[in-house]
């Protein structure tokens, strides 16, 4: 196994965060070929979501009226917020 999937498998925190969001922070502020690829990674990530959601409604445990996008982007962005409220410890 690569040290990434030992580091999963072993239920440790990565070193260095979440490879997706430091590679679209890097995005952001360069002109780098990948942007592309980081965005596909952040669609599939939506996308697997939204997939738990529709589950979820489909077995009665999330309202039916959930539009499951608009809740997966929720909960990706809540991430974000997440990460300042550590920052700050507030």
Known sequence: MTSISM?????????DGC???NAAIEADDSNILIEDSIKEGFTGLINTIKTIIELGKSQNEI????????????ILSSIGVLILSRLYKD
């Open 7 to 15: 580091t999963l498998f072993q239920n440790d925190i990565l070193v």
């Open 19 to 21: 490879p997706l969001m």
């Open 63 to 74: 309202d039916k009226q959930i539009d499951s996008e608009q809740m997966a982007v929720f």
